[in-house]
């Protein structure tokens, strides 16, 4: 439903996309989440056709958003990070103004119109002005207006930013509706809010693609395990670094004299009792003084961390027990 394909943006000769890959299915919300300036703004005004790629394809129901942008506009509802709302007009003349700019007419109209307040709950305001409401009601308006013409592809630019927290519960509900028979992207820098929402997740950072991930997976993925050794040697580093099974050797900092072992999945994979065995032996018979093993989850919150630590200026970056980048 939504194929992306060595996605590229430059912005004057600066790069900001660097040829991104991933797709996402029918029925699926996929969370595309990255600190602030990471690229998620940029890839979704390029997935909705309001932007050109610099290289790359990206295909939205089969279409393409530089060749086919009209069919693509037909194909996709967006909610860009400010939706454009008429403040000074009422709910449902502003829902009926978008059915019109959308060429939806006659009783056509009437029926979209219907659906959309029903199914954005936004039955109760329909005669209030857009400007005295909430801002909760005015994102589901404005998401009333991403939906008018029923796309079957849904951009949703931060949805829930600036909500408070019973407005972001409500949001999330309705996005778990609308998904229901329709491909979804939505972006956030808030892990809880991906957790929270979606089936799949993309970490994006500098406009690199740091991970992609089921939330499925992330529940289940096996562990992983961390070695620490005091002994700063090139030989021990060496060693370690010849092993198939080592997935990382690294002396540990300037300061500390130790080195760090990450073993890989031939390591610790399932029928790896044996091997595990077999290998403490070896690291044994080299006499590397064992300090610590820690073990470690390969889930979304670490792969997100590591993200964050890799921030510039990630010292001061910290994450908040709801999981937005503080
Ligand atoms: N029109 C533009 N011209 C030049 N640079 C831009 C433009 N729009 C965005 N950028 C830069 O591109 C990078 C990615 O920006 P983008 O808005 O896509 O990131 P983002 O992840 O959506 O960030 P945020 O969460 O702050 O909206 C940033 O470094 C930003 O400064």
Redesign the pocket.
Known sequence: MIEVKGLV?L??D?K??HGLNFSVGTGRVCGLL????????????ILAGLLGPSSGSVQICGYDVVEQTQEVKEHVGYLP?NPPLYKEMKVIDFVNYVAKLRSIGGKNRKTAVERVIEDCDVSDVTHRVIGNLSKGYRQRVALCAALIHQPKVLIL??PTEGLDPNQILHIRKLIKKIASERTVIL?S?ILSEVQATCDEVII?NH?HIAAKTSMQNDKTKPLYYLYTFASKTENALHWFQQRNYVKSAKPMSQKNNSILVEFGSEFWADSAGENIANVTEQIVQQNFPLIGIEEKKEGLEEIFFEVIRSQPGHHQAQISPTGEII
């Open positions: 943006k912005y004057g600066r900001v996309l990255g600190p602030n300036g990471s690229g998620k703004s940029t890839t979704m005004d990070d630019d931060e972006s820098h994006i406009g």
